[in-house]
């Protein structure tokens, strides 16, 4: 399953409410009206459950590596369940906050409002 992993603490994040597409675990991902989303809680499938578009901290595998990487546009690559600097067929999710290395966790700011 599509996984995020959220590390900041609560206060720093903002959630919205959405019916699950499918059974999703914490930590799973969602696109919601365009938007990367992670599940906050356990949701079952067609219930309405709470999902997390705004973080200042999360991780998740990298597709790339990119040393300079910091401050560019993150996307959310579905198929391959992993966050890159590649727009095409991919879903802006955020910003880098360092350098990235292909296979493995990659820092980033979930915020879908991000524009850079």
Known sequence: M?????LSGTERLETLEAT????????????????VCVAY????????????????LAVA???????DAAGKAAYWDASDSQVTTTS????KCGMFLGPITSGEEADFRLDN???L
């Open 2 to 6: 599509d996984e995020i992993k959220i």
């Open 20 to 35: 699950a597409t499918a059974d999703r675990e914490v930590g799973d991902v969602q696109i919601i009206n365009g938007l």
């Open 61 to 67: 595998p990298s597709g790339v590596t990119d040393a």
């Open 88 to 91: 095409t067929d991919n879903t």
């Open 41 to 56: 809680e356990t949701i079952a499938n067609g219930e309405v459950g709470r999902f997390i578009h705004q973080s200042e």
């Open 113 to 115: 409002s991000i524009n």
